[in-house]
DNA sequence: TATGGTTGTCTATATTAATAGACATTTTGG
DNA sequence: CCAAAATGTCTATTAATATAGACAACCATA
């Protein structure tokens, strides 16, 4: 669709070999190098991009750190891993079957769990007076072994006593909700945004520097519409996409 | 809500200064200095961040440069910019009506338009043959004469002949639906992704290299269902949020 | 098995990014 | 008006980034 043939730029505070990856890692996850799963030799590569060798080389180094390539002498540089998870946003929006068959194996784990007095903002979200306790967890989602999502979420205290537990145990909320008596719960609003990978990103989600992070904030109210979970999710944009179907 | 408080990184590709420019930028968005209506004083900034004051003097030489804030001798570095748009996504999601009172001026600029045949991709979105002619057209949208996204859009040419003139003339998607017979239309998909900022993203939105770009690729349909627009659209992500409501 | 295409390694050099310190200049507020 | 608190400017040094060229090592295949 776009072409994407914009050249990479000097001096801007991003090293050309950077530029260089990340365009190469978009090319990938476009299927741009289907045909063959490799991508074109270092000398192609550094004449399209308009630099020397050395610097492509820096760029697929950093790939292969990542585990997207492979570099094997005299054959040629090997995609290894070409992925784009598809989340859809819809009012029944629930992770675990939003990933569908897209991945085998999910997980989901519990990092941390706390209570604490709502913030203001929380507070308003979950139309909860400032202060009530909220039950914060932390948790990271895996498909097939990736980290996909790193989500803190809050939970109104009074009413989802225990779902650190049930989540720990069944490593999904969806369920974690059913084990608190919550059958059935909505989507109602979601707000999307995105920003550079900070250091935990970094390492939660096992991403180089300079990613960039797919940010969904979600609110989800039972079926009387009474919020029951706000949740600030981060995901890997090359490794993701939000649909939402109307 | 999340603090942030991680450390900027080295030796990756990313020059500090550029880390340091997008997290104070993030924060200027996020509210953080609404009190002062400053950006704290270089000295402190480098202490936050670990640096020399030097390399804070750079991240703040970006900022000025892109308008977001001034610099003062003797006073501090004052805030001058300060926006996020909220563009909601829901079944009758359109441009001008979304920005609402957010910006008091807003256009829609036609940059270039052409007639072509429709790719595989686009033919199967907009669901007519392979090769069957479409209308594309190029805009740039502006709230407060500040560029808000750049679209590539296409229509079906057999149905909408002459939509890039009442385009042109009206600057609005739904006002040239109208002039051409459509007087309603609703959108049935959205995906969303986010990528660097390329060569054009910067010329047309006027950004600084390293920049994030929300991109966003739309299927409108009449009130029949029957595909009458495909839209890819990309936004500055440090101006713009989605906010999807179910 | 020879050859062309490809990645791996080495040396050298220039430019950019980052640190460090000192001091000048300007504004604000007591 | 003075002092404190800012930003502005200058010099010097080190580390990271990028270019350049040459050649070795390896793989596929004709």
Redesign the pocket.
């Known amino acids: 669709m776009d072409t994407g043939q914009a050249n990479v730029h ?10 260089i990856a990340d365009r190469i890692r978009a090319s990938i996850a476009n299927g741009d190098y289907d045909a063959t799963g ?9 004449a399209q991009f ?9 760029a ?2 950093a790939l ?1 750190q990542e585990g997207i390539v492979r ?7 090997l995609i290894e891993r070409k992925e784009r998870l598809n989340f859809p946003i819809t009012r029944r929006t629930r992770f675990s079957e939003g990933i569908g068959d897209q991945a085998r194996e999910k997980e989901g784990l519990l990092l941390h769990s706390a209570q604490e007095p709502a913030s203001t903002d929380l507070s308003a979200r979950l139309r909860i007076p400032e202060g009530t306790p909220v039950i914060r967890l932390e948790t990271l989602r895996k498909a097939d072994h990736r980290p996909v999502s790193r989500s803190t979420t809050w939970f109104p205290a009074d009413r989802f006593g225990g779902i650190e537990e049930a989540y720990s145990k069944s490593g999904s909320i969806t369920v974690a909700f059913r084990m608190l008596g919550l059958s059935d719960y909505l989507r109602v609003s979601t707000e999307v945004t995105a920003t550079h990978a900070d250091g935990a990103d970094l390492a939660d989600l096992q991403l180089s520097p300079g990613a960039i992070i797919l940010i969904a904030r979600a609110l989800n109210t039972d079926t009387e519409g009474v919020p029951v979970q706000y949740a600030v999710s981060r995901f890997p944009a090359d490794m993701v996409q939000f649909t939402i179907e109307n």
Chains 1, 2 share one sequence.
């Open positions: 000097r001096q801007n505070g991003v090293a050309l070999w950077r530029q490799k991508v074109p030799p270092e000398f192609t590569l550094a308009g630099v020397n060798r050395h610097t492509v080389r820096s697929l180094a292969a570099s094997v002498q005299g054959r040629g540089t």
